[in-house]
C-alpha cells in the first residue's frame, strides 16, 4: 500500500514515466514493417523483429500510457521529440489507422513540452504541407484535368485535420513557432496560400458533413 501511495506522488510519477520511456527504448528508430522469414517460423522464434508493426502499436501503447504520467510540473519533452523526430519521417509507410492514431496521441502530448526542437518543428510543418492539397497554380498541365480522385482521398481529411490540430497545438504552446515556419519553409508564399485553403476546406467539408447529419435525421 505505500508503495501504491508513492506513485501517485509527483516524485512517484516521474519515476513511473521513466520506466515507462525505458521500454520504447527511445534512442532506436521508430519501428515500420514487419520482417521476418519462414525459417524463424518453422523454428517457432517468438523474437519480433525491430521493425514490425507490432513494436509500432506496442511504442503508441507506451506512449499513451507515459502521457497519463505528465503533468505541468513534469514535461516530456524528448518524448516529443522522438515522436516527431524519428515517428513521422516513416508515417508514411505504416497503415492510415496507426498514422492517425499517432497524431492523435502527439496532439495530446502537445500541452506537455514546453517548446519543440527547429528541426522537430520543420519535420512537423513539411508533413502538414505535405496533406495540403497543391494550389491550381502549382499544378502540371497534365494534372489538372484528373477528375479520378476524390475530394476525399486527395485531402486525406482525417490525417489533415490530426495534423493541423497537432502543428496548432505546439504553435500555441510555443508562440514563436508559427513565424519561425513561415520564415524557414521553403516557399513560404504558397504555404501560406496553401494554409488558408486548407482552412477554408475543413470548414466547408463540416459543413457538408452537417448538412447530410440533419438530411438523414430529417429523414
Not at 506513485?7 to 525505458?22: H, N, P
Request: net charge neutral; aromatic share 12%; with cysteine.
Amino acid at each position: 500500500m505505500r508503495s501504491l501511495e508513492f506513485f501517485r506522488t509527483a516524485k512517484g510519477r516521474m519515476i513511473l514515466y521513466k520506466i515507462v520511456v525505458d521500454q520504447m527504448q527511445i534512442d532506436e528508430p521508430f519501428p515500420v514493417f514487419f520482417l521476418t522469414n519462414f525459417s524463424k517460423i518453422l523454428d517457432l522464434q517468438l523474437k519480433v523483429s525491430a521493425n514490425d508493426p507490432q513494436r509500432f502499436d506496442q511504442i503508441l501503447y507506451f506512449v499513451e500510457r507515459a502521457r497519463l504520467l505528465l503533468s505541468a510540473s513534469y514535461r516530456g519533452s524528448e518524448l516529443v521529440n522522438f515522436m516527431i523526430s524519428k515517428g513521422i519521417p516513416v508515417l508514411e509507410e505504416v497503415d492510415a489507422a496507426l498514422r492517425i492514431r499517432f497524431l492523435r496521441i502527439l496532439v495530446e502530448l502537445a500541452p506537455f513540452s514546453k517548446s519543440l526542437e527547429r528541426s522537430d518543428l520543420m519535420t512537423l510543418s513539411d508533413y502538414f504541407s505535405k496533406l495540403i492539397p497543391p494550389l491550381p497554380s502549382e499544378r502540371s498541365d497534365e494534372n489538372m484535368g484528373d477528375v479520378d480522385t476524390s475530394l476525399e482521398q486527395e485531402l486525406r481529411l482525417s490525417e489533415l485535420e490530426t495534423t493541423s490540430l497537432a502543428f496548432a497545438s505546439f504553435c500555441r504552446t510555443d508562440k514563436t513557432a508559427f513565424n519561425y515556419t513561415l520564415e524557414h519553409s521553403k516557399d513560404s508564399a504558397n504555404w501560406r496560400k496553401r494554409f488558408f485553403l486548407m482552412f477554408i476546406s475543413s470548414i466547408f467539408w463540416k459543413v457538408c458533413t452537417l448538412k447530410k447529419f440533419n438530411m438523414n435525421v430529417s429523414s
